[in-house]
């Protein structure tokens, strides 16, 4: 993926997503369980240390130190870059197979966070999620990245929740939505 020139590589976007995901928490180790699932090869860990450097270079992130703790935080920058994943996230290819598991996103945002939500809606639909009740919508592929960065972007960490599920009661009509049956 690219954006306005340059590559986006993969540890670049897994990393942006891990940043979101703790936002202006203190940066997990290198050793905790979050922080190497997305470094999963011998290459990819030896690369970590460059691809930080790259993406302070690029003005994605900068470290800063509160409280005597460091901290990481996007730039703008870096959260445009994350709005453009977010926006583009429609043109990845659907799996050829579906797993058999349903992703669902509950959320209970307040009345005086409409706006949010409403954006929260239009970024379901737009991935592709189907409203089955009020605040409950279901997709039958893997999402949670991009609903985690959504999460985060809309500043909805306590008001969302996305779970996967293996069994939907009467699921043949919504399979039927998706064409997947």
Not at 107 to 122: A, C, Q, T
């Amino acid at each position: 993926m690219y954006y306005k020139g340059y590559k986006i590589g993969t540890i670049e976007k897994e990393l942006l997503k891990l940043i979101l995901n703790v936002k202006d928490k203190e940066l997990p180790s290198k050793y905790s369980d979050s922080f190497s699932d997305i470094l999963k090869t011998a290459r990819q860990k030896a690369e970590y240390s460059n691809t930080i450097k790259r993406m302070v270079k690029k003005d994605l992130m900068r470290f800063i130190v509160r409280n005597r703790e460091l901290r990481v935080v996007l730039t703008n920058k870096g959260q445009i870059t994350a709005k453009f994943i977010i926006q583009n996230f429609h043109k990845k290819e659907k799996p050829k197979t579906w797993d058999g598991k349903w992703r669902i996103v509950m959320f209970d945002v307040p009345e005086k966070r409409k706006k949010i939500r409403n954006l929260l809606r239009f970024h379901l639909k737009k991935i592709g999620f189907i409203q089955i009740q009020g605040s409950v919508w279901i997709y039958p592929y893997p999402c949670e990245d991009i609903v985690a960065i959504i999460k985060t972007y809309f500043n909805l960490s306590n008001e969302v929740l996305y779970f996967t599920a293996g069994y939907l009661e009467n699921s043949k009509k919504i399979e039927k939505l998706f064409k997947i049956y």
